[in-house]
């Protein structure tokens, strides 16, 4: 990874369905290496579903935007074509490509299939609630659009091992399918919510089945190979039996080399979990902060009523940071999706300021923010300030960081600087009134004036003899004090 890097998750929910994302994308492309982007991670570029699927409604891994399937040959974001010329584009300015992968499931089989199965209690997917019995379940998948181009393998219900439908009768449930060797994965290789939580939704891939196993190993080493992209976004991991996650990750890196970059979508709060996946992982893989993401919306949402001083407790960023994804929001979190938990606007500053200006952590802007959420409540972009901040980041957060995380309601930090980048920064944030925070930024700018980069304190902090500054933030808000060039 670069130094600083920062990954941009180039999409959100709302993006249209008018097939020209990849062409938008590679228009990008030099403006994103510009403002400090080193990584974007790629929306779902399988078909799905239909053109208006986001990308998890999986149907076709192969189908790039190629074949004529599910009504379209484009994806939601285009063809195949434009998807690989903007992956050239973005290479073009040394800016690694991570494409999300889903693997826990697969929507809109071609054919149904009848099979032994039986309900289960969607709160204890361990105890069953009905007996075995014959369902008809949409578990054939042909691909007649791809006549076998690339790969001759079709699924059938002995390769998955649950479903939510039952096209005989129209009724919902959690339908775990029986037969020899089948099953949910055992209870120590997903996560135990819901007693056991491989089904999460569609037709639940079965990577207990040696068939899927290889099947799937082929395809990611030719989706790598077609498309040049630089590393996997996991999609659901804690669904997933782990350890198939881990002969992946090794096949991968095998393959492509140990720089083959890979994060994984464990979506829990409790630090526990996500620590003991790492290790169960044997730290093979980065994951993404969702401790932190959900501090910073509590933090939002509490206003002053929140302690600053534990913003960063229990996070993966404080606690193996190596491994930290950190991120503000994504397409899961926003308004309206099934894991909404959106911080809110007035605290976005603050909130990339603490994943953009910190020592740790590989930081990842959301689309969303940076461009606009559309749909039917659009929310406004805040572009101007994340600029502001990659800046910062991209020149001046470097070197050794001393912390002031000792108010509830005014928190800061310094960066000292580096050879390569010897000016550093301080930051002051505040979720209540005005405050200030005296900080350390080094004997050598004794004297010298800092001023607030962003503009929200129009104060003159001169430093004293000693290297420390009486550093000023306004009421709900965040100052990043750099050294005055015109000293």
Not at 40 to 66: A, H, Q, R
Not at 84 to 111: C, M, P, S, T
Request: glycine share 10%; aromatic share 14%.
């Amino acid at each position: 990874m670069t130094e600083n890097g920062v990954m941009m998750q180039y999409f959100e929910w709302h993006i249209e369905d008018d097939g020209k994302h990849w062409q938008r994308l590679k228009a990008d492309a030099k403006h994103l290496k510009e403002i400090g982007i080193t990584g974007v991670w790629i929306p779902p570029c399988f078909k799905g579903t239909g053109s208006n699927d986001v990308g998890y409604g999986i149907y076709d891994v192969y189908d790039l935007g190629e074949f004529d399937q599910k009504g379209t040959v484009r994806t939601k974001y285009g063809t195949k074509e434009e998807l690989k010329a903007a992956i050239d584009e973005l290479h073009k300015y040394d800016i690694q490509v991570y494409a999300d992968i889903v693997l826990n499931h697969k929507a809109g089989a071609d054919e149904t299939e009848r099979f032994m199965a039986r309900e289960v209690d969607p709160e204890n997917r361990n105890q069953p609630v009905s007996d075995p019995y014959e369902i008809e379940g949409w578990t054939k998948f042909t691909f007649p659009g791809r006549n076998g181009a690339y790969s001759p393998f079709q699924w059938s219900w002995v390769h998955f091992s649950g479903i939510d439908y039952n096209q005989e009768n129209g009724k919902k449930a959690i339908y775990r399918i029986e037969g020899e060797n089948k099953g949910w994965a055992e209870d120590d290789k997903v996560n135990n919510e819901h007693g056991n939580y491989d089904y999460l939704m569609y037709a639940d891939i079965d990577y207990a089945h040696p068939e899927v196993v290889e099947e799937t190993k082929k395809w990611a080493e030719w989706f790598v190979n077609e498309t040049g992209v630089d590393g996997f976004r996991l999609d659901a991991v804690k669904h997933i039996n782990e350890d198939f996650i881990y002969d992946l990750i090794e096949t991968m890196r095998e393959t492509f080399g140990e720089q083959f970059f890979v994060v994984g979508e464990y979506w829990d709060a409790d630090y526990s979990e996500v620590e003991g996946y790492l290790e169960d992982q044997n730290f093979n893989l980065g994951l993404v902060d969702v401790g932190l993401h959900t501090n910073l919306e509590q933090a939002s949402k509490s206003g002053d009523e929140y302690d600053l001083c534990q913003l960063f407790d229990a996070t993966l960023m404080k606690k193996n940071a190596s491994y930290a994804v950190t991120f503000v929001d994504n397409h899961d979190s926003q308004p309206g999706q099934s894991l909404e938990s959106y911080v809110e606007p007035w605290f976005k500053p603050m909130a990339y300021g603490a994943i953009l200006l910190r020592e740790k952590g590989y930081p990842c802007v959301f689309y969303g923010d940076y461009y606009g959420i559309k749909g039917e409540n659009p929310i406004e972009p805040q572009k101007e300030m994340i600029d502001s901040l990659l800046y910062v980041r991209t020149h001046y957060a470097y070197g050794e960081q001393k912390d002031y995380l000792d108010h509830p309601n005014c928190i800061g930090w310094t960066r000292l600087g580096n050879e390569a980048h010897p000016d550093g920064c301080a930051i002051v944030i505040s979720n209540g009134e005005a405050g200030y925070k005296e900080m350390y930024v080094g004997e050598k700018y004794a004297g010298q004036s800092f001023n607030d980069y962003l503009g929200n304190n129009e104060e003159t902090v001169t430093i004293d003899d000693q290297g420390i500054g009486r550093f000023l933030v306004s009421p709900g808000s965040i100052s990043v004090w750099l050294k005055d060039d015109k000293d």
